[in-house]
């Protein structure tokens, strides 16, 4: 059974995406508002996770690879990419430290998780929960207390990128405030990220894109969901930015 979005703020979300992106058309556009502020750079970027994570490095003995692969994951998130030339702004610069400040036995960790995340042959939700719980020991010591949103944010970032047609980037405050307003509850917990709250998120996010192609707006993949809730829930101070930018 499909998940009932409330109509009313759906159509909140809609009209702050079109006040921002106020020259849209559908999401197949190659130029204008969206295209150059949400989609350039993340097609450069998924080219980048391409380019730096070929499948060899994946499938060899993480452990005498481990070095490896966290610098091609610090490159991946600290890399100047796409028509602006500046990094990606999806994953918080806290998590890039958190990657600088692994131990050694850490590193050879994150790097079997890391593969087994992306080159592993279950699902991709029991993927990701299976490298939340080996990494949750390392999270814990490097970031202090429960830092449950970089085991939201730093899987789903890498399984986007690997396929963005099955999954998408969990950004703790968009899907929040998304599923608060469309949903009347929060489909984030402030818990360890699992498979469950993951298969959640995908059933919420196909809802979504079920509306968005009705709308005949074309969307492409996940990706797109993920930019029209994120522009869509932004805050109120952020909305006057963007009309007074335009002269309203």
């Known amino acids: 059974m499909a998940l009932h979005l409330d109509p009313f703020a759906l159509n909140e979300i809609r009209e702050r995406f079109l006040i921002v992106q106020h020259d849209f058309g559908e999401f197949g556009d190659q130029e204008g508002a969206y295209y150059e502020n949400e989609r350039e750079y993340k097609e450069a970027l998924i080219r980048l996770f ?6 060899d490095l994946l499938t060899g003995d993480p452990a005498e690879q481990a070095d490896g692969i966290v610098r091609c994951t610090l490159a991946l998130l600290t890399r100047p990419i796409g028509a602006s ?4 702004n999806l994953l918080s610069w806290r998590y890039v430290g958190f990657l600088r400040r692994l131990e050694t036995a850490e590193r050879q960790v994150f790097a079997r998780a890391l593969a087994g995340l992306l080159a592993g042959d279950r699902p ?22 429960n830092p449950y949103a970089i085991t939201r944010s730093l899987p789903t970032l890498f399984l986007m990128l690997q396929n963005p047609i099955r999954d998408i980037y969990v950004r703790t405050e968009t899907f929040n405030a998304a599923s608060r307003r469309l949903l009347g509850r929060s489909l984030i917990e402030n818990v360890v990220f699992d498979a469950a709250q993951y298969r959640a998120i995908l059933e919420f996010a196909e809802a979504v894109r079920q509306k968005l192609v009705e709308w005949g707006w074309g969307p492409r993949d996940l990706i797109d969901v993920q930019s029209f809730l994120y522009v869509g829930t932004i805050s109120d101070d952020t909305l006057d930015r963007a009309l007074a930018a335009r002269g309203r």
């Open 85 to 88: 030339r500046t990094p990606q």
């Open 124 to 145: 991709s939700p029991e993927r990701l929960e299976r490298f939340n719980a080996t990494m949750w020991p390392a999270f814990q010591r490097v970031q202090g207390g």
């Open 50 to 55: 391409h380019e730096l994570f070929p499948e």
